[in-house]
């Protein structure tokens, strides 16, 4: 299964990859939202720091690991997750569009390892169509909050 988005954000590539990498933020505001995001540890961020991050997903809260697999500033951000169920990879990528504009690419793969979660992936591939909706809408909200923090000089 894949999933793969991507959206044009006038703002420097430099600083959309910032934005799009402040985990202190994002583990601050988890608190705040039905999202958690939880680093696994204290040490800092590098490749192989963990997360235990919990979504709400149809009703419950749907709780899984991620790992940073790929750092390549300010091109590449890569995570892994996985466990005897599933394998899943997210894939970040920031491309320079001019001075102030660059395209971030999001790729989603994920496979089954068990009859059950194959079940469930095919329940997600029969809403493929609503879920790439509700992806690019998110898509589009980040990148113009982002458009709106970097014109407030945040």
Known sequence: MQFKHAQTINAPVEYVFA???DFAK????SDKESLSFKRIGRS????????DISVPYRGRKRKFTAELSQFIA???VSYISGNRKYQAALSLT???EGEN????????VAHSRSFSTGLVFNTIRLARKRINK????RMQAVAERIE????GGR
């Open 26 to 29: 994002f583990e601050e505001q």
């Open 101 to 108: 504009s660059c395209r971030m690419e999001m790729l989603l």
């Open 44 to 51: 800092p961020v590098r490749i192989g720091t963990r997360w």
């Open 19 to 21: 934005r799009a990498t």
């Open 134 to 137: 509700g992806i690019r809408a």
């Open 94 to 96: 920031f491309t320079p």
């Open 74 to 76: 300010p091109r590449i």
């Open 148 to 151: 709106l923090d970097y014109a």
